[in-house]
């Protein structure tokens, strides 16, 4: 079976489990994408999930917002989806008191989104967000939406369509 997910969402599953390091240390690979965007700051304790997006959107050769580093500066970004016609990779973001949250999407429920994404709980995975909270559905301009909404069950499970 072809795997029809953008090459930035493949990229990005490629750094599940990346962690920020307590303490004085930071993670080195955090620290790499900083670098490479052009970051002013060098820590993981800074709020990262923009510059995850930015680096897997970089990957990608694809333009990146002058604010990558804010989450809701993607609410722009090329774009816009209807919620509706939300396919693998399109990049959701969201509203938190305090500022904002930014993030791939991977599937959804009736209420919440899947949502692969850097800076939660402190790591790069995958975790569900209230639809309610999600203020903009972006896709990177001129590029084909490849892929189909992904419907799962409560349990998370994607939901069988072919029984046989």
């Given amino acids: 079976m072809m795997n029809l997910d953008p090459f930035w969402l493949i990229k990005a599953r490629g750094y599940i489990g990346t962690r920020e390091i307590p303490g004085p240390e930071h993670s080195k690979t955090i620290q ?8 002013w700051w060098r820590d993981d304790e800074t709020p ?20 990558w580093y804010r989450a ?10 209807q919620f509706s016609r939300l396919a693998p990779g399109a990049i959701l973001v969201f509203d ?6 930014v993030g791939f999407y991977t599937g959804e429920t009736a209420t919440a989104f899947r949502v692969l994404g850097g800076n939660q709980s402190n790591g790069v995975n995958e975790t569900w967000i ?14 084909p939406v490849i892929g189909l909404p992904v ?8 939901l069988s369509t072919n029984e046989a």
């Fill in 32 to 39: 790499l994408w900083l670098s490479k965007l052009g970051a």
């Fill in 96 to 101: 938190r008191k305090g500022g904002g949250h």
């Fill in 72 to 81: 809701k500066a993607w609410a722009d970004y090329g774009s816009r989806l």
């Fill in 130 to 143: 209230g639809k309610g909270r999600c203020i903009a559905a972006r896709w990177p301009k001129g590029v």
């Fill in 48 to 67: 990262w999930c923009g510059t995850f997006v930015a680096h897997c959107m970089q990957l990608a050769a694809h333009p990146i917002p002058q604010h």
């Fill in 151 to 158: 419907r799962l069950a409560d349990n998370g499970q994607p």
